[in-house]
């Protein structure tokens, strides 16, 4: 089945460093793969995504870029600040048609100090 | 910008008792979705609805839940009898029909005591 693997947390930066979150995935097909985050107390806030091989993604200074010769789609982020710490999921959906479920990884938790 | 709403934020229930948790999704949206997150794991799919029916549940999705879509707002989840291992964060989700992104509401935390 399809599956979503991500770099385990949690993750401590400086603030301006730069950032990486690995992800990998496993899926038939070609799936849509994106980022999540989730901010202390609240919902998952979609952060950027892309539908095909060789897209990247980008949204507030994070991107990512679609591989499918690696099965990846990590993210980057040139220089973090304070208010990025937050947990980052990882999700594909196996297509852009019909009524797609979400495959999540298991999150990362990033904090940035000042 | 619309988004999607859930109520109560927190819910705390007796283990045996029925729960019902509410979403309003998005106005145009056509596609809606739950997910719970037990604390501290992964992000789980339950079901997706589509045209007032069930498209795809998971194993978790046993004869102890139950979605519905009452009116043109509201889409909710059942739990007939809570057991203490569904005390989690349920998230709700919503789609258009022309786009994957899923939009999500700020969930429900359900502690099962």
């Known amino acids: 089945g399809n599956s979503v693997t991500q770099m385990e947390g949690p993750v401590t930066l400086s603030e301006e460093a730069f950032l990486t979150i690995n992800c990998t995935y496993t899926?038939?097909?070609?799936?849509?793969l994106f980022w999540y985050v989730q901010y202390p107390g609240e919902g998952l806030q979609l952060l950027l995504k892309?539908?095909?091989?060789?897209d990247k993604g980008s949204n507030k200074g994070f991107e990512a870029t679609y591989r499918k010769e690696t099965t990846s789609f990590h993210l980057e982020k040139g220089s973090v600040q304070v208010s990025d710490s937050a947990v980052y999921f990882c999700a594909l959906s196996r297509s852009n048609f019909g009524n797609e479920k979400l495959t999540f990884g298991t999150g990362t938790r990033l904090t940035i100090i000042p | 910008e619309p988004e999607v709403t859930q109520t109560p934020s927190h819910q705390v229930t007796q283990m045996g008792q029925e729960v019902i948790l509410r979403c309003v999704p998005i106005?145009?949206?056509?596609?809606f979705y739950w997910y719970r997150q037990i604390l501290g794991q992964k992000v789980e799919f339950l079901v997706s609805f589509y045209n007032n029916e069930i498209s795809e549940k998971s194993e978790i999705f046993d004869d102890q839940f139950s979605v519905e879509r009452p009116d043109g707002s509201n889409f909710t989840l059942k739990i007939r009898s809570t057991k203490l291992e569904d005390s989690a964060m349920y998230f709700c989700a919503s789609r258009t029909g022309s786009t994957d992104t899923q939009y999500f509401g700020p969930g429900t935390r359900l502690t099962v005591l």
């Open positions: 892309a539908t095909k091989a060789d």
């Open positions: 899926a038939t097909g070609y799936p849509s």
């Open positions: 106005s145009n949206h056509l596609y």
